[in-house]
């Protein structure tokens, strides 16, 4: 009894970085504060990517590429060790899934987000003053529309191809969520600036990529379309 006691509070435990058996290795065993740094680090790149391809010079036309790959090289280096969210809608999609410990959802937020200043910053450092070009929206509607979709789209690949039983023990989950967040910046990155990511939503903020009165809209398209994203998962798959 006091085995399968431990061994239950051990699974609990693990739940936010064991994702389901594709990106889970031996690491999956690691301490909240290794899974927290996993965070950061895997964030991080994916801001630092996108301020140091958008702002000038960058990588012009090829910045969505560069910043899908980014993504898709943190999720498969850092996945099977925190479950590779690096982005705080993602984390609100596998709370609602099941497969986050709610003690762990803040902590990833807080990850998530601090990542995002320090990259912000170290562009700033690093680019031109006043580089950065930010994207007026001539509406809230439309750009709140591109982020819910893709955000969507994001969370309900996360789900699907990093959480479900059908699809455990894939070796494309990485590949499958960088070309989401790839196909979404250039299909309208140029409508709201393509984040699909609160800590990407403030790095460009920060960055100067996107006007401050823009936030709210990039945050409420991003935690509606993870809402949606997770209960059309539990329609689609049930709890599983």
């Known amino acids: 009894m006091r085995s399968d006691a431990r061994i239950g509070t051990a699974r609990n435990h693990k739940k936010c970085s064991r994702l389901n058996r594709a990106p889970v290795h031996s690491g999956s065993q690691a301490t909240p504060m290794k899974r927290y740094?996993?965070?950061?680090?895997?964030?991080?790149?994916?801001?630092?990517?996108?301020?140091?391809?958008?702002?000038?010079?960058g990588a012009g036309g090829l910045a969505p590429l560069a910043i899908g790959a980014s993504l898709m090289v943190m999720v498969f280096a850092g996945g099977h060790v925190s479950g590779g969210h690096y982005n705080p809608a993602v984390t609100l999609a596998v709370w609602m899934r099941g497969k986050c410990d709610t003690k762990d959802v803040a902590p990833y937020w807080i990850a998530q987000i601090a990542a995002a200043f320090v990259a912000a910053w170290i562009v700033g450092k690093l680019k031109m003053p006043g580089a950065?070009?930010?994207?007026?929206?001539?509406?809230?509607?439309?750009?709140?529309?591109?982020?819910?979709?893709?955000?969507?789209?994001?969370?309900?690949?996360?789900?699907?191809?990093?959480?479900?039983?059908?699809t455990a023990g894939n070796s494309f989950y990485g590949l499958a969520i960088g070309m989401t967040v790839m196909t979404g910046a250039f299909a309208v990155?140029?409508?709201?600036?393509?984040?699909?990511?609160?800590?990407?939503?403030?790095?460009?903020?920060?960055?100067?990529?996107?006007?401050?009165?823009?936030?709210?809209?990039?945050?409420?398209?991003?935690?509606?379309?993870?809402?949606?994203?997770?209960?059309?998962?539990?329609?689609?798959?049930?709890?599983?």
């Open 37 to 57: 740094l996993v965070e950061f680090i895997g964030t991080f790149f994916l801001v630092f990517t996108v301020g140091s391809t958008v702002i000038p010079p």
């Open 132 to 166: 950065a070009q930010p994207l007026f929206l001539s509406s809230w509607k439309p750009a709140f529309v591109a982020e819910f979709l893709f955000t969507f789209a994001l969370c309900w690949v996360v789900l699907n191809v990093a959480t479900s039983k059908a």
């Open 189 to 240: 990155g140029a409508v709201s600036g393509g984040a699909f990511n609160p800590a990407v939503a403030t790095g460009i903020t920060l960055m100067g990529l996107s006007f401050p009165g823009n936030l709210w809209v990039l945050l409420a398209g991003e935690a509606a379309g993870a809402v949606a994203a997770a209960t059309a998962y539990r329609l689609v798959n049930g709890t599983e």
